[in-house]
């Protein structure tokens, strides 16, 4: 008699556990990419300092690029529309 309800309190258990282990697949395969990053996430391509205070990022953001100009007081961004950006000779 013990024995058997030794034997539901197992299967009870690693029933609740393999339900635990789907539920966290399944998020995971919901909110994350297969890189671990949110699928909507921000990209940074490439990032350049002009100066002490300034840099130039071209940065993706649900598939499209922007350029991203910052200062210490300021913010410029500008969407990039089907152009090619040479940064250096090899960035092509």
């Known amino acids: 008699m013990e024995s058997f309800l030794l034997i539901k309190i197992l ?12 539920i966290v697949i399944l998020i995971k395969r919901r909110f994350l990419s297969s890189h671990g990053s949110p699928p909507n996430s921000i990209k940074i391509i490439s990032y350049r300092r002009i100066d002490q205070k300034t840099a130039l990022s071209l940065v993706e953001i649900e598939g499209r690029k922007f350029l991203l100009a910052s200062n210490g007081t300021a ?3 500008e969407q990039i529309k089907n152009t090619r950006i040479k940064l250096s000779d090899s960035d092509v």
């Open 11 to 22: 299967i009870g258990i690693s029933t609740f556990l393999a339900a635990i282990y789907l």
């Open 75 to 77: 913010l410029a961004l």
